[in-house]
């Protein structure tokens, strides 16, 4: 077992983990932040976007060991005072959610593509979010959804 | 009074999700969310050869493992099971039903076939350990095509059977043969339908807990707790009363959470055996191989036809893969098709012929749209097949040979309520603007770009609102087709409402309660969807099909009136006056001319709860429930086109435009509907162009991950234009369900504009999906 010392929305913890333990598995199962989900074996799909220090990382990718001394925010952490993140907001006014399950990676994605300034036009919010995989949606409405919360016309 | 004040009308608006408050906020309540104190984690052994003998389980090395709990082979337990798992489709008398087990013991029949179980003290500790478990398998010859596996000699998936012909049905109506043999033109097309892996981005998962009576609970990521219930007692000889499925959040299904996987009965008998809860999560990999595939189905349709396009006879014949069990509903898959091979045209004379094949793959079954995108590819194909060979347009030949007046009597025997296939394909022509698509194509082709453009059209129809009962009966399904709804007001009147179907990401939380809402005149805040949870709603058939609104949103409407009619009786006593005086509007029950005498519908619950003055005989509490059994199918309809970009020279097809014009009758909540059109339609382009669950030829799956079976991104596709017409189906809320319109529509739209951005070459088929390296082997073949 090894130390880690992380921040995991804005809440310090120091935790003792196997050196196997993914960074997803830590979240969820140590921490019990379970919002973060698991959906492929392969960092295919996204689900379990978490922001590290800011940026967006597909926590099935990251040891927890190579989290230590990191600030992570998890889509529990998003939300404000009970106040949804524009991001989120977005998605619940553009229905870019429909099973939910990829939701979470998605909306980090989004937050990390936004504030990269890299959302710049539907184009490029669809070629950003190409690492996050939804079945349900067809894309049509988280794109709506993320260059609402842009402020792409 | 606690509830809020209803404003204005829900059904026809686009009421934002109550499903979003949780799910946004990362609290969904997924099935791998869920522990239970002392859970004990189950690892799944499965066959690494598509077709081998068992020869021995070693186990030791496993059960010295550290952390581990117990580990079984299937010998170990087959004392566990009443029965096998059932088929539920016996689509023909002599159809041939293998045995099927959570645990293969003999023979592994498929890659993935599960022979063995671990149980251990953690995830991690549980996989360690099955990797140590030795199976000793003796690999036999194996096949995984379905056609090649009726030919003579070919590997046998179940010996006994001495045969891999599983069912042979057939429909067939009119004069077939002498509607062919008379025909100025006939034109036959062969088309491969792949292997489709549906991909739920939540795998599947179960928590299996087994109380000190022998009472079980079963949390399972399933579309159909009621019918797990139903199954579980038959595989462990429990009676349903002592079974109770509960499905959380589930995320997506497409028809793959349908079935009732070994894991789930599995995961019950090892909790019984082992005193404590035991959870299974499937991983990708897993669920590649261990969750059932759809599609996988050669076809040969064949078109009689005069010589101005008046299509007079339909012919289809098609293999269709089993795989190497019989899950639930497979072998009626096809079925759900067998109506549609006429589509939204007028066909006299019909047939329908389907072979059913075991093959040595995964399990197929219900893949969205489930026998309906298969009928509507091959149909949607050939009518541009036609078109080229009679030189007609291919809009103007639909056009010719739509059903005009409804309702509607197929040659088939079934009849189409309510449509508008002129109207909602004119609506069509006026979004996509033709006229400066085939400018664009014909300047192109002048300049002999590298880049070609091509349009392509298809107008489906589809069965849906699974079903009639007697219907059900009549083509042998082992259950009915009805689904139930309760209706409670509680006593301060907020509006309790108990389901059948169960959704999973349908959004039935928010669709029911606008329904609900509106007919009791509450706010849609005060009503609260209860779902999923077998010990909630006793009646349910569970959700597939586009049947969740068309069939249990229908129960919910009988409901709504006979507790809109109890609150009658109770108002008219309580105000003295005759119920037929009583007009009932937005929520308060009026007296007609005296507008100062009324009572809210909260009120009357409030005196139904209390019973201090209600009729004589009358039972307190205001709750009611209703059961309905649909009298027909719904039948939405659409016109979908898709504009395709061609680089000739790569062979890659890139989708530009997708337009599609549904009618899905009477809308509940446009957002929502728009949505399902767009993830059905993405299903469907993503069958056209980038997915497909290929083995080799023994059974070897080689699309085993995300990088290799390609679900697309976004980055792949472009928005979608959508629009609607509107008729309405013969139910009280006019609805037609819209799950599956998109899947159905999108494939053969998208291959037939392929098809027609090189037409000017010669090519006239690309086979699915259009991977660049196949639409520049359409390209060279016909250059050469």
């Not at chain 2, 689509?91 to 045995?99: F, N």
């Not at chain 2, 009988?558 to 937005?586: G, P, T, W, Y």
């Amino acid at each position: 077992m090894r130390r880690v010392a992380l921040t995991v929305n804005a809440v310090q913890h120091d935790l003792e983990v196997e050196p196997r333990e993914l960074l997803v598995y830590v979240l969820r199962e140590r921490l019990g932040l379970t919002g973060t989900n698991v959906g492929c074996d392969t960092s295919s799909c996204g689900s379990c976007t978490v922001l590290v220090n800011g940026e967006s990382v597909k926590s099935c990718t990251m040891l927890g060991v190579q989290a230590d001394g990191m600030d992570i925010t998890t889509i529990e952490g998003l939300a404000t005072n009970g106040e949804l993140h524009p991001v989120q907001q977005a998605f619940h006014e553009h229905h870019a959610l429909q099973c939910g399950y990829c939701t979470p990676g998605m909306v980090l994605a989004a937050v990390s593509l936004i504030e990269s300034g890299k959302a710049t036009g539907r184009d490029a919010i669809r070629e950003g979010l190409e690492g996050n995989l939804c079945r349900c949606t067809g894309y049509h409405n988280i794109v709506e959804a993320v260059a609402a919360a842009a402020g792409v016309s | 009074m606690a509830v809020t004040e209803k404003t204005g009308t829900f059904v026809g608006t686009s009421v934002k999700r109550k499903e979003d408050a949780s799910l946004l906020r990362g609290q969904g309540s997924f099935i791998d969310n869920l522990t239970l104190p002392g859970t004990a984690y189950m690892a799944v052994v499965r066959s690494p050869y598509p077709n081998a003998r068992i020869k021995s389980v070693n186990l030791d090395a496993a059960r010295a493992a550290e952390g581990v709990v117990a580990a079984f082979s299937g010998a170990d337990l087959a004392g566990d099971w009443a029965g096998g798992m059932p088929c539920a489709w016996a689509v023909t008398e002599d159809i041939k039903m293998p045995p099927h087990y959570p645990l293969a013991s003999e023979v592994a029949r498929y890659q993935g076939d599960p022979v063995a179980v671990v149980v251990a003290e953690s995830r991690a500790l549980a996989k360690d350990a099955a990797e140590l478990v030795d199976v000793d398998f003796e690999p036999l010859p194996s096949i995984a095509d379905a056609v090649k596996a009726l030919e003579e000699g070919a590997p046998l998936v179940h010996e006994d059977f001495g045969t891999n012909e599983c069912y042979v049905w057939k429909l067939e109506a009119g004069d077939l043969q002498a509607a062919i043999d008379a025909a100025d033109v006939v034109v036959t097309r062969r088309y491969f339908q792949p292997r489709l892996i549906p991909n739920a981005i939540e795998p599947r998962g179960v928590l299996a807990q087994v109380g000190p009576t022998g009472e079980i609970t079963l949390w399972s990521a399933t579309q159909t707790p009621h019918i797990q219930r139903f199954v579980l007692q038959l595989v462990l000889g429990v009676p349903e009363s002592k079974i109770r499925v509960i499905a959380p959040d589930v995320g997506g299904g497409f028809g793959s959470k349908i079935q009732v996987y070994g894991e789930g009965p599995l995961a019950i008998v090892l909790a019984r055996r082992l005193g404590r809860p035991v959870k299974w999560t499937e991983e990708r990999a897993e669920n590649y191989v261990g969750t059932i595939h759809g599609r996988d189905v050669v076809h040969e349709l064949t078109f009689a036809a005069t010589r101005d396009g008046d299509i007079t006879a339909v012919k289809s014949e098609a293999w269709c893969a089993m795989g190497a069990y019989l899950e639930l509903v497979a072998p009626g898959i096809p079925l759900l098709g067998a109506w549609l091979y006429s589509g939204p045209y007028e066909i006299p004379n019909y047939g329908v012929t389907f072979t059913g094949v075991f093959t040595h793959t995964t399990p197929t079954d219900a893949y969205r749209g489930a026998g309906r995108p298969e009928a509507t590819y091959v149909l949607e194909r050939t009518m541009d097949a036609l078109a080229r060979e009679l030189d007609l347009d291919p809009v103007e030949l639909r056009r010719k040979n739509f059903v005009r007046e409804f309702p509607h009597t197929m040659a088939s025997g079934l009849t189409i309520d309510a449509g508008d296939y002129h109207g909602t394909l004119d609506r069509l022509l006026e979004i996509l603007d033709l006229d400066s698509i085939r400018a664009d194509q014909e300047a192109r082709r002048g300049r002999g770009d590298a880049k070609q453009i091509g349009v392509g059209f298809s107008t489906y129809n589809e069965m849906c609102g699974l079903a009639p009962s007697r219907i059900l009966g009549a083509i042998r399904y082992a259950v009915g087709g009805w689904d139930s709804a309760t209706i409670r007001f509680q006593p301060l009147g907020s509006v309790q409402v108990v389901v059948g179907t169960s959704p999973h990401g349908q959004s039935h939380e928010t669709t029911f309660a606008q329904i609900v809402a509106d007919r009791l005149g509450v706010g849609v805040d005060d009503v609260e969807v209860i779902h999923g949870d077998t010990a909630a709603s006793q009646l349910g058939m569970d959700t597939y099909g586009s049947r969740s609104l068309s069939v249990g949103g229908i129960a919910l409407w009988h409901a709504s009136e006979k507790v809109i009619a109890k609150a009658r009786q109770i108002v008219a006593h309580q105000l003295e006056v005759s119920e037929d005086d009583l007009e009932f509007e937005s929520g308060t029950f009026t007296v007609k001319g005296s507008p100062d005498r009324n009572m809210t519908i909260q009120a009357a619950a409030f005196a139904a709860h209390v019973a201090h003055n209600l009729p004589d005989g009358m039972e307190p509490g205001l709750e009611e429930t209703a059961v309905y059994d649909p009298p027909n199918f719904s039948w939405p309809a659409g016109a979908h086109a898709a504009v395709v970009e061609v680089d000739t020279e790569t062979g890659d097809a890139r989708l530009v435009r997708y337009v599609a014009v549904d009618d899905v009758g009477s809308p509940i909540n446009p957002q929502i509907i728009d949505g399902q059109v767009h993830g059905g339609v993405t299903q469907g382009v993503a069958a056209a162009l980038f997915e497909e669950g290929a083995y080799d030829d023994e059974g070897n799956l080689l699309t085993t991950t995300m990088t290799t079976y390609l679900v697309p991104s976004a980055a792949e596709l472009p928005s979608f234009e959508t629009d609607r017409i509107e008729t309405h189906a013969d139910n009280p809320l006019g609805v037609k369900g819209v799950g599956e319109t998109g899947t159905i529509a999108a494939a053969p739209a998208v291959i037939n504009a392929i098809v027609d951005a090189l037409s000017h070459l010669g090519v006239t088929d690309v086979p699915m999906p259009a991977t660049p390296e196949r639409v520049w082997r359409a390209i060279e073949e016909v250059r050469r």
